[in-house]
């Protein structure tokens, strides 16, 4: 009895361990031959969130819910998430070697960042009960004639707490997550090996 219980903790303890070793994006396309090996300039266009939904509702449902003042700070909301997820990017790009520059066309750099977000969860917290928010994101890097050349998916999810109380402060620590996890991918794929 005592000798599965132990192999049992250790197989669980195993698994536990490669869990925190996978990286926090989820691959769905992958040009090869790599074409950003020593190329580390990309633009950041600004986040897409056509046809979003909060929960189960699309936004404009969940929208028409609100008074004009909530709808107001929603909108605000979505432009924090952006500002912090290419704050992050450009950051934590920048410390790896990358160089990233906010885009407004083709020109501006080799290969384009398209971040777009079309599911959150804002979660919520009333002192004592309190629910995560959860923010989707599909990040395609393209070249200039928008062939898209890689394309992953990831998910941050921010703990409500007294720090982050309110929604939309969960949902921009949700955009610089994403961020630092964007400039993480780009990392392996400009530095490969290291």
């Known amino acids: 009895m005592y000798r599965r219980s132990l192999l049992a903790l250790t197989m669980f303890l195993f698994a536990l361990a490669l869990t925190g070793c996978a990286p926090p994006w989820i691959v769905v396309t992958q040009t090869t031959p790599n074409p950003f090996v020593n190329a580390p300039k990309f633009s950041v266009l600004p986040t897409d969130y056509t046809g979003l939904s909060i929960g189960e509702k699309p936004e404009s449902v969940y929208l028409a819910g609100k ?58 917290f009333a002192g004592v009960m309190g629910a995560p928010s959860q923010t989707r994101m599909k990040l395609q890097i393209t070249a200039p004639d928008g062939r898209v050349l890689d394309e992953i998916q990831m998910k941050h999810i921010t703990g409500a707490s007294f720090i982050y109380a309110s929604s939309g402060g969960r949902l921009r620590k949700d955009g610089q997550g994403l961020g630092e996890w964007a400039a993480k991918y780009l990392n392996t794929r400009v530095h490969p090996g290291k």
């Open 67 to 124: 008074d004009a003042g909530q709808q107001q700070s929603f909108q605000a909301d979505k432009a924090g998430i952006n500002e912090e997820f290419v704050n992050a990017l450009i950051k934590q790009a920048r410390e790896a070697g990358i160089e990233v520059v906010l885009g407004t066309g083709p020109g501006d750099a080799p290969f384009q960042i398209h971040p777009a977000i079309q599911w959150v969860e804002p979660g919520f």
